[in-house]
Nanobody, 126 residues
């Protein structure tokens, strides 16, 4: 059972930046596909960014392209660097993981990820 813990959320003014981190308990974590999703009040959970095993390939949602970057280290962490934040980016951000296959496909729907963290709140004021 993979356990994921997000951190780094907070309150920031529009135009500001935040860096979210996700720590995983799994020792073979580098071989997992990872994703970031977010959910605003009253809205469905939406895809933000994904990264393939070993960081070979990344993919961002159109709404965050050129503002957010997903990355991972070779231990057990995934990051979401967020710049030029907007009030509409306000949401709970979740880290998600899936164990395979070892390819560079981008998994962009929540149902494709069996493992989830508890989420971290990001609030952007105007």
């Amino acid at each position: 059972q993979v356990q994921l813990v997000e951190s780094g959320g907070g309150l920031v003014q529009a135009g500001g930046s935040l860096r979210l981190s996700c720590s995983a308990s799994e020792r073979t974590f580098s071989g997992y596909h990872m994703g970031w999703f977010r959910q605003a009040p009253g809205k469905e959970r939406e895809f933000v960014a994904a990264i393939s095993p070993y960081g070979r390939h990344t993919y961002n949602a159109a709404s965050v392209k050129r503002r957010f970057d997903i990355s991972r280290d070779y231990n057990n962490k995934v990051f979401l660097e967020m710049r030029s934040l907007r009030p509409e980016d306000t949401a709970v951000y979740y880290c998600a993981a899936r164990g395979g296959p070892d390819n560079d496909d981008s998994y962009t729907t929540a149902g494709e990820y069996p493992y989830w963290g508890q989420g971290t709140q990001v609030s952007v004021s105007s």
